[in-house]
């Protein structure tokens, strides 16, 4: 408590951090989700040859009458700790779903193959999770292999409980992914256990791939991260994404280590949804021209 305090008057006392973070985040994150100040951006997902968009992922932002746009990575951990993750997660799956099925509607089965929210591991412990999957799903008419869920390694790791709940999600016909791969505590084996459909390769393994100079051991390392991943999944019939690619040199260097599907802001940042139908929409017409 006189602990608690005493940091209070520290940031208080305004060095430059402004008002919060960690103090203010608890409260206003419920006040958040009652006033629907979350909302999600899309990332596309895309065949690095070709570059058609495969899929979108949902990544949650807090518009924050305040502050403005804020950046899930200030606000997710504080949503873990309180376990308000639970029903913002909810928001987001039903979102998500919501989303997917308008674009399949306006725009056909081809605009895109799958949406993937990120699922905490708060929410695979909590008993009602797999049916909000399946309510998701039918209230919105999205079938279930259109969705991707993405989960951490550490997620996945822990317990009995979840590998259950990861089971019934695989029978139900929707999809996991591991998300991160590579920085968690990984096993091998474990992605022989789980039923996952996709691994989701690390942007910290896709970081100055493209540099080869001699004597940058670093680059030489991670390539060969890259291509052991892209080798096992290969092998274990699960598809990869490569993530975080910011220039032409990586997908072209991940294309040749066998990658076929990539995300990062070269491909396309994360952005609203209407700026995702305006491009759906754009390359209708073209389709259509032609
Ligand atoms: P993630 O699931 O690994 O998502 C990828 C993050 O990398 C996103 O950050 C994305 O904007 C960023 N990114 C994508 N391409 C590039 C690139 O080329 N360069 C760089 N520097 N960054 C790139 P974002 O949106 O800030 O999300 C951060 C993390 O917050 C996510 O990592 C995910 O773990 C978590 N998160 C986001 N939305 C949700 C959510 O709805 N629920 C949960 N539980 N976690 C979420
Ligand atoms: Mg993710
Ligand atoms: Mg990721
Ligand atoms: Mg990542």
Redesign the pocket.
């Known amino acids: 408590k006189e602990r608690g305090r005493a940091n209070w008057v520290h940031y208080a006392d305004g060095m430059e951090r402004p008002a919060s973070a960690h103090v203010r985040l608890g409260g206003d994150l419920r006040r958040a989700l009652d006033n629907g100040e979350f909302r999600l951006f899309y990332q596309p997902i895309v065949a690095l040859a070709g570059g058609r968009i495969v899929g979108v992922e949902a990544l949650v932002r807090w518009e924050d009458p305040e502050r403005g746009l804020v950046s899930p990575a200030e606000f997710i951990p504080a949503a873990e700790r309180t376990g308000l993750i639970v029903p913002l997660g909810r928001w987001v799956l039903r979102e998500t779903c919501r989303q997917a099925a308008a674009w399949l509607a306006e725009f056909g089965p081809d605009v895109l193959e799958k949406a993937a929210p990120n699922v905490s591991v708060r929410q695979l412990h909590d008993p009602d999770f797999v049916a909000d999957v399946a309510a998701a799903l039918a209230d919105h008419g999205l079938p279930p292999a259109r969705l991707v869920l993405e989960l951490t390694e550490s997620a996945v790791l822990r317990g009995h409980q979840v590998s259950e709940v990861l089971h019934e999600l695989h029978a139900m016909g929707v999809r996991l992914a591991l998300?991160?791969f590579g920085t968690g505590e990984s096993s091998l084996s474990l992605l022989r256990a789980f039923p996952a459909a996709i691994v989701?390769l690390d942007k910290s393994f896709v970081d100055g791939i493209e540099l080869d100079d001699p004597g940058t051991p670093a680059a030489d390392a991670r390539q060969a991260v890259a291509r052991a991943v892209v080798q096992l999944a290969d092998a274990l019939g699960l598809d990869t994404v490569a993530?975080g690619i910011e220039n032409q040199e990586q997908a072209d260097r991940l294309l040749r280590l066998g990658y076929t599907v990539g995300q990062g802001y070269h491909l396309g940042r994360p952005m609203p949804a209407e700026k995702l139908t305006e491009i759906f929409a754009a390359r209708q017409r073209v389709a259509a021209a032609a």
């Open positions: 998300d991160d989701k993530e």
